[in-house]
């Protein structure tokens, strides 16, 4: 007997999210999918007729709406670039909350999903450098130095992700986003 939706959609997708987070994109089977949602298969296809992909893409919509709110946005108001940069770093901390926080994006890459989101995700992952590079030139770097910041903050939040998914803790994230807080402090010196 099929299990009637007690949930919203957008609870649906924030609990397709967390197997997304969990397993990947290959690894996220539709008895996974379908649990967490406490929806049988075939009501889940109701939902979402393009299958996990279409899942997946309404996932990663919704991660991008949250990305936008909380990091990008704080990067584009009239405030300092000191002042932007840290309200976007205290951003991403929430962004990736949890004991363990993990990056849906890297998640959705692996397993096949690389053919299908690594274009959207590219175009997230060159907007918020440029937007942390426009921020990074209004605390005083100037703009070679302001784009190579920008990267490096990424790529050093990104990859205290992969230590907390390594090493099931929190710590290395929270340890990044000082390390660059201090960093953005030392641009005002």
Same mark, same amino acid.
């Given at each position: &007997?099929?299990?009637?939706?007690?949930? #919203?959609?957008?609870?649906?997708?924030?609990?397709?999210?967390?197997?997304?987070?969990?397993?990947?994109?290959?690894?996220? #089977?539709?008895? &996974?999918?379908?649990?967490?949602?406490? *929806?049988?298969?075939?009501?889940?296809?109701?939902?979402?007729?393009?299958?996990?992909?279409?899942?997946?893409t309404h996932v990663l919509g919704q991660a991008g709406v949250r990305l936008q709110a909380?990091?990008?946005?704080?990067?584009?108001?009239?405030?300092?670039?000191?002042?932007?940069?840290? +309200?976007?770093?205290?951003?991403?901390?929430?962004?990736? #909350?949890?004991?363990?926080?993990?990056?849906?994006?890297? #998640?959705?890459?692996?397993?096949?999903?690389?053919?299908?989101?690594?274009?959207?995700? +590219?175009?997230?992952?060159?907007?918020? +450098?440029?937007?942390?590079?426009?921020?990074?030139?209004?605390?005083?770097?100037?703009?070679?130095?302001?784009?190579?910041?920008?990267?490096?903050?990424?790529?050093?939040?990104?990859?205290?992700?992969?230590?907390?998914?390594?090493?099931?803790?929190?710590?290395?994230?929270?340890?990044?986003?000082?390390?660059?807080?201090?960093?953005?402090?030392? *641009?005002?010196?």
């Amino acid at each position: &007997m099929a299990r009637t939706a007690k949930l #919203s959609k957008p609870v649906i997708i924030e609990r397709l999210s967390a197997v997304f987070q969990a397993s990947g994109y290959a690894g996220a #089977s539709l008895k &996974m999918l379908a649990d967490a949602a406490a *929806l049988s298969k075939a009501s889940l296809y109701h939902y979402f007729p393009g299958g996990k992909q279409e899942m997946a893409t309404h996932v990663l919509g919704q991660a991008g709406v949250r990305l936008q709110a909380m990091i990008l946005a704080p990067l584009n108001t009239a405030a300092s670039g000191h002042d932007r940069l840290h +309200q976007s770093l205290d951003g991403t901390a929430r962004y990736y #909350s949890g004991a363990v926080p993990v990056c849906l994006m890297n #998640s959705l890459l692996a397993g096949g999903g690389t053919d299908l989101f690594a274009g959207q995700i +590219q175009s997230v992952v060159d907007i918020w +450098q440029r937007d942390l590079g426009k921020a990074y030139a209004d605390a005083g770097a100037d703009n070679r130095e302001a784009k190579a910041w920008a990267a490096y903050a990424v790529e050093r939040i990104q990859g205290a992700l992969i230590l907390c998914r390594v090493r099931a803790v929190r710590a290395p994230l929270e340890a990044c986003l000082s390390e660059l807080k201090a960093d953005v402090d030392l *641009l005002l010196d």
